[in-house]
């Protein structure tokens, strides 16, 4: 229980930083993060990869709804939903591999990192971890 | 006859004996792999800069890319340059000359400010003359690495019509290179609120920070295959190039009252004056 509970944390802690980035994007409030040639959030979110598509919704409205997702998962993994541990597995595994993509973005295209965005996908990893163990709880043992 | 005792067999098969932290160590150790094959990927494939030219050469490619005709400049108008001169309220700067100053703030790493270096060169040249320009790459790590471009690191330019004062903060490698002045800092903290390089300031009249075309139209090309596209004025090079050029030459005909007329004068810079209000 105190894993799911973690594991709520820490959608919430990732909800917040999203909904951060989604607010810097659509308003003319600056964004915390250092600038330098290694480490620029500016550059990252600025570029075609800040956004879904092409379109004119930034990727970081994505990361509200999968963070929503994994909150609700946990919560109803607290509230003793232990079948939902596979839906909790899948979903944080789909969440780990957009963020290994986003990384190699940041890392081998873009050549910068977003601090913002990294927080988030150290979020998705722990989410991740804690479903590990988790889902063995609703295997059934043949 | 002895007969064996028959094995009994077991009602349960065994459990696994793998301790429950090892699938979580193993997915952080195939991940911590993972980005350093992505660091690794970065450094085999970021290309390496081309030595900067020699000075007989530089000043070959800034004579070529200097001498353009106005005829080809006026047909390019604009091109395909975004105009980001704001205009901007405050006393009229005045340069080591008693002329209206021009002043640039940027760094050798930043690949905007090594884009912006070219058309403003260009304008610049147009009013006066630039000596001791050295070639360089914007920063090999950065966004759209080894842009090639120039210096005003070490960089004179006279003139009868304007004064030109510039900063480079850095180097390529973000080494120190030059300080701003606290009355430059104070210029660059009430215009340039992004904190955005390159800022120019043109007389504190108009201002803009930021390139005003990107700078991958530069990518992989040597100075002098840069300035040999700018001869050709449908190249997007010379689109990109020269239409950041008139722009600039437009606001620093409006703090010369159009002067020198042989290039104020013409119908494309008129017809940009307009536009920067």
């Keep these: 229980m105190r894993w799911q509970l973690l594991a709520l944390a820490a959608s919430l802690a990732g909800l917040g930083v999203s909904i951060y980035l989604t607010v810097v994007h659509f308003s ?65 595994a789909l969440g780990l591999l957009t963020v290994l993509f986003l ?19 150290v979020l998705v990893l722990l989410i991740f971890l804690i479903c590990l163990p988790g889902a063995r709880e609703g295997r059934v043992r043949p | 006859m002895s007969t064996r005792p028959q094995r009994t067999r077991p009602l349960r098969k065994p459990v696994s004996s793998t301790p429950p932290w090892v699938a979580p160590v193993a997915v952080v150790a195939a991940i911590a792999l993972l980005v350093a094959a992505f660091l690794l990927i970065r450094w085999y494939t970021t290309p390496l800069p081309l030595p900067p030219l020699t000075v007989d050469a530089t000043q070959q490619v800034v004579s070529s890319m200097t ?70 790459s914007s920063s090999s790590t950065d966004i759209y690495p080894n842009t090639p471009t120039f210096t005003f690191h070490g960089a004179t330019y006279t003139s009868q019509y304007v004064d030109f004062v510039s900063v480079e903060t850095t180097d390529r490698n973000q080494n120190p290179l030059e300080s701003p002045t606290a009355a430059q800092q104070a210029l660059v903290n009430q215009y340039d609120t992004s904190g955005s390089i390159p ?43 020269l239409g950041s050029a008139n722009l600039i030459t437009a606001a620093i005909c409006r703090l010369t009252a159009d002067q020198p007329a042989t290039v104020c004068s013409s119908s494309a810079i008129q017809n940009i004056e307009k536009t920067l209000g």
């Design chain 1, 28 to 92: 003319s409030v600056p964004l915390a993060c250092p600038a330098t040639a290694q480490i620029n959030c500016e550059q990252v979110l600025s570029s075609a990869y800040g956004v879904i598509g092409g379109s004119g919704v930034p990727t970081s409205a994505a990361g509200i709804a999968w963070f929503a997702v994994s909150a609700l998962l946990a919560a109803g993994r607290l509230s003793g939903r232990a079948q939902l541990a596979r839906t909790q597995l899948a979903w944080s």
């Design chain 1, 103 to 121: 990384v190699y973005v940041e890392i081998v295209q873009l050549g910068a990192i977003c601090v913002w965005c990294s927080a988030a996908h």
């Design chain 2, 67 to 136: 001498s353009l005709p106005a005829s080809e400049l006026d047909a390019v108008g604009t091109g395909s340059a975004n105009n980001l001169i704001k205009r901007v309220a405050g006393s009229p700067l005045t340069g080591p000359n008693g002329h209206p100053e021009i002043f640039y703030m940027g760094a050798e790493y930043c690949p905007y400010c090594g884009a912006e270096r070219w058309p403003m060169i260009i304008a610049l040249s147009r009013f006066g003359t630039f000596t001791g320009l050295k070639t360089t």
């Design chain 2, 199 to 241: 800022f120019v300031d043109f007389g504190n009249r108009y201002a803009f920070s930021g390139a005003m075309y990107l700078p991958d139209v530069l990518s992989g090309m040597s100075w002098k295959a840069v300035a040999d596209s700018l001869a050709q004025p449908t190249s997007p090079q010379a689109k990109a190039i």
